[in-house]
T-cell receptor
Framework: NAGVTQTPKFQVLKTGQSMTLQCAQDMNHNSMYWYRQDPGMGLRLIYYSASEGTTDKGEVPNGYNVSRLNKREFSLRLESAAPSQTSVYFC??????????????FGPGTRLTVL | QQQVKQSPQSLIVQKGGISIINCAYENTAFDYFPWYQQFPGKGPALLIAIRPDVSEKKEGRFTISFNKSAKQFSLHIMDSQPGDSATYFCAAGNNNDMRFGAGTRLTVKP
């Protein structure tokens, strides 16, 4: 099992460019999450999908869109990248529903720089 | 508004010593308190977690102490090893919300 995989690992964008971050899990998990990690800020939730076909906003959704393509895949799209979106992005999945008492499995992250 | 405050930002401990990281939370509705360990270039991984109905949980060299009335909890790493050098994040949450601390970079010197 590969667990949670993310592509790409690194990306540099110019302001205004768009891109999609890909995430896939092979653990048959129901819930998937996108976080951003910034120095001194901890992890902040961008969007999540409690089950296939549903998505909801987290703490910091502005400037992002998501798609739960199927049970395995959850993508994050930046339509018009801004320097404030420079961050490390992590995808995570959970077997059940809700982050309480359920272990989150994180991917290796995507380091994004917006110039 | 930082709902989970973590300290210290960085910590240097000698091999064999005790590492202590503290967190404080604000939302009394939170009922799940995990700690995550993150190595450079990797995603966070769950280390240990506690529910508020117990004051302490121990797994090997790692112990969480929980003080519900003070809304504080801490991670103790006994007999710290160089392999424990990583960034540690606390979190507090429930099924509707989860907030993370800013992280503590632990260095264990041989």
């Amino acid at each position: 099992n590969a667990g949670v995989t993310q592509t790409p690992k690194f990306q540099v964008l110019k302001t205004g460019q768009s891109m999609t971050l890909q995430c896939a899990q092979d653990m048959n998990h129901n819930s998937m999450y996108w976080y951003r990690q910034d120095p001194g800020m901890g992890l902040r939730l961008i969007y999540y999908s409690a089950s296939e076909g549903t998505t909801d906003k987290g703490e910091v959704p502005n400037g992002y869109n998501v798609s739960r393509l199927n049970k395995r895949e959850f993508s994050l799209r930046l339509e018009s990248a801004a320097p404030s979106q420079t961050s490390v992005y992590f995808c995570a999945s959970i077997r059940g529903w809700g982050r309480t008492y359920n272990e989150q499995f994180f991917g290796p992250g995507t380091r994004l720089t917006v110039l | 508004q930082q709902q989970v405050k973590q300290s210290p930002q960085s910590l240097i401990v000698q091999k064999g010593g005790i590492s202590i990281i503290n967190c404080a939370y604000e939302n009394t509705a939170f009922d799940y308190f995990p700690w995550y360990q993150q190595f450079p270039g990797k995603g966070p991984a769950l280390l240990i977690a506690i529910r508020p109905d117990v004051s302490e949980k121990k797994e090997g060299r790692f112990t969480i102490s929980f003080n519900k009335s003070a809304k504080q909890f801490s991670l103790h790493i006994m007999d710290s090893q160089p392999g424990d050098s990583a960034t540690y994040f606390c979190a507090a949450g429930n099924n509707n919300d989860m907030r993370f601390g800013a992280g503590t970079r632990l260095t264990v010197k041989p």
